[in-house]
């Protein structure tokens, strides 16, 4: 089972990050925070500060078809925002 399922890239993380040196990822739903450190540390060697996590509901949506309408719902994630040390950074466009 791995932990860390892709890292956030938006306008507002990615801002984070330069200023708070705070990165997100996109977890496991049932990981809890030290296995999420752990993970994190693992994967990038950086030393991490906190952690802080929320669990995102499904939305639900709507499709017009040729043959009705379709009722449905995007799946339930859960991200972690986690806090480098002063002076360490993670790179994410490292492994492409």
């Known amino acids: ?25 996109v977890v496991d739903k049932k990981a809890n925070k030290v296995q999420i450190k752990k993970a994190v540390e693992a994967a990038y060697g950086v030393t991490i500060l906190s952690v802080n996590t929320m669990n995102v509901r499904p939305d639900r949506t709507t499709k017009y078809t040729k043959s009705g309408l379709i009722s449905g719902k995007t799946n339930a994630i859960k991200k972690a925002i986690v806090q480098v040390q002063e002076g360490e950074t993670i790179d994410f466009y490292n492994n492409i």
């Open 1 to 25: 089972m791995s932990i860390i399922i892709k890292p956030i890239v938006t306008e507002k993380v990615t801002k984070e990050s330069e200023v708070l040196n705070r990165f997100g990822f």
